[in-house]
């Protein structure tokens, strides 16, 4: 099953709860929980399904539940699928609390807060034959949906928040994140940036590197003096950006020309179809999401919600949903189907965990240390909040 790429908005932005960690890197960032304890419900999974139920109500991002499969599975299961599009993760986590959806398709930075508080319960993949083998390691058994041995959440795509630049304006490829930090910038007033108090992550990263002796191993995990170096390094930034871009603009800054090199997502290229744009890793790392189906505690239509994780896990409708929306699949046997799968594989670094082992997945931070200090409190959602107000001014 193949769609054109659409320009779906994705709206991952990070709000107040309980923390995710980063991905595995070669530098020590934390894969798993790295011991982290967070008590959660007792929930009991589903052990037996049923007959399914007459439908099916899910939250979740544009792109991710159209027509061009929905219709199918419809035709499938008689399980008549109802999708309300959220367009932010606090609005997903508000929408399941009303008791009103069975599904949600949580970024990260959503699906831990549903977790501890209830909200969905834990799965049993038996039930799921297509979550299998096939679904990238590196989507499998994170924080963000997989805690005590329980695992919450069914893989859907996964994609970083890269180094975009205009080739014809930024002539000489760059490796390194400074051509966006450093006040010397060629390229200053033509830098986007992301508006949201999670991109003070990006700094830390930046910091890491260039300021080892600030001692940051986590982005997500800042006392407050590494809080307020990265603060100062996003005033300074503050002076060279053109734009600070939204979901809905996110290709728009570029296109447009307000903007020449910045951070951005990998489907700008594909959306546009202009080669003049590129992306790329810089050597710092970079910060990222991951996305995966979540099933409410209280679900009307349980059986039907297992029935659609089953089926948007196969490799040709996983495949569908990640080409649309733009993003590497969960499913990596989609990248073997066709030489088109092949190339959004390629393109998305799908099954490439190298690539995403220099990824920080986007993580909500709490005063509780990620990184394992247990001599200083970290800083907490509120207060990258209020930093971020001081840097937008």
């Given at each position: 099953m193949n769609k054109k790429l659409l320009a779906a908005p994705i709206a991952m932005a990070a709000v107040l709860g309980l923390a995710l960690t980063g991905c595995s890197s070669d530098s020590g960032a934390p894969a798993g929980d790295g011991g982290l304890q967070i008590d959660v419900p007792e929930i009991p999974a589903i052990e037996k399904l049923g007959e399914n139920e007459k439908e099916l109500n899910i939250v979740a991002w544009s792109g991710f539940v159209e027509p061009a499969w929905a219709d199918q599975?419809?035709?499938?299961?008689?399980?008549?699928?109802n999708r309300k599009v959220a367009a932010t993760s606090d609005e997903m986590v508000q929408l399941m609390r009303t008791g009103e959806y069975d599904l949600v398709s949580a970024s990260g930075d959503a699906s831990l807060r549903l977790i501890v508080d209830g909200n969905v319960q834990p799965l049993t993949t038996d039930l799921i034959p297509n979550f299998s083998d096939d679904i990238v390691e590196g989507m499998k058994g994170q924080l963000y949906d997989?805690?005590?041995?329980?695992?919450?959440g069914i893989p859907i795509g996964r994609g970083a928040n890269v180094l975009q630049y205009n080739s014809e304006a930024v002539t000489e490829a760059p490796d390194s994140w400074d051509v966006v930090w450093e006040k010397d910038s060629p390229y200053a007033g033509k830098i986007a940036a992301y508006d949201s108090p999670i991109y003070i992550a990006d700094a830390a990263i930046y910091l890491m590197e260039h300021q080892p002796d600030l001692g940051i191993t986590n982005p997500y995990a800042l006392d407050q003096e590494q809080l307020q170096a990265a603060t100062e390094l996003l005033k300074q930034q503050n002076e060279m950006v053109s734009e600070y871009w939204s979901p809905a603009t996110n290709v728009t800054s570029f296109t447009g020309g307000n903007s020449v090199v910045g951070t951005s997502w990998e489907v700008l290229r594909k959306a546009t179809q202009d080669e003049k744009f590129k992306s790329v890793l810089p050597k710092e790392g970079a910060t990222g999401w991951s996305d995966a189906w979540m099933l409410a505690t209280d679900s009307k239509s349980p059986n039907c919600a297992y029935a659609w994780m089953d089926y948007t896990s196969a490799p040709d409708v996983n495949g569908a949903i990640a080409m649309n929306f733009g993003m590497g699949p969960a499913n990596g046997a989609f990248c073997e189907l066709n030489d088109e799968a092949k190339a959004h594989c390629d393109y998305f670094n799908a099954t490439d965990e190298?690539?995403?082992?220099?990824?920080?997945?986007?993580?909500?931070?709490?005063d509780q240390c990620l990184d394992g200090r247990t001599d200083v409190q970290c800083t907490n959602y509120q207060d990258w909040t209020n930093?971020?107000?001081?840097?937008?001014?």
């Open positions: 599975f419809t035709a499938d299961t008689g399980c008549v699928v997989t805690l005590n041995g329980n695992v919450y190298e690539y995403y082992k220099q990824v920080w997945w986007w993580t909500t931070p709490i930093a971020w107000a001081t840097v937008k001014g």
